[in-house]
């Protein structure tokens, strides 16, 4: 269960402590891009202009939206990412090695 919304950091299910301000910026940046934002501005227009929903469900219907949009992703959609980011690590470590003392 996560922790308190008075402490700087949050724990996760799997134990790991995260900094809260981290754990915001995730979340915002989930919420602004493009497989939620047009329900996120709609959820918050019905709820603002509108009034008809109590913060709480809005609160609830943020972390639904995230949920759902990691649980539509596939098989095929995890190796696509987990093979950009073993590039992405193979680009970084060769761009940190030394360059050889003949090779400028």
């Known amino acids: 269960m996560p922790s308190t919304a008075t402490t700087d950091y949050r724990i996760s299910p ?3 402590r995260y900094e809260a301000a981290d754990v915001r910026a995730f979340i915002t ?3 602004n891009s ?5 329900r996120v501005q709609e959820l918050l227009v ?7 929903l109590h913060p709480s469900v809005v609160q609830g219907s943020l972390a639904c939206m995230i949920q ?7 098989a095929e959609d ?9 590039n992405e690590a193979r680009e970084a470590l060769v761009d940190d090695e ?3 003392a003949g090779a400028r």
Request: glycine residues 6%.
């Open 46 to 52: 019905h709820h603002v202009v509108g009034g008809h």
């Open 29 to 31: 940046e989930a919420l």
């Open 14 to 16: 799997a134990e790991i």
């Open 78 to 86: 995890w190796r696509a990412i987990t093979t950009d980011l073993i």
């Open 98 to 100: 030394p360059q050889e």
């Open 34 to 38: 493009a497989p939620a934002v047009e």
């Open 68 to 74: 759902d949009i990691i649980d539509s992703a596939s």
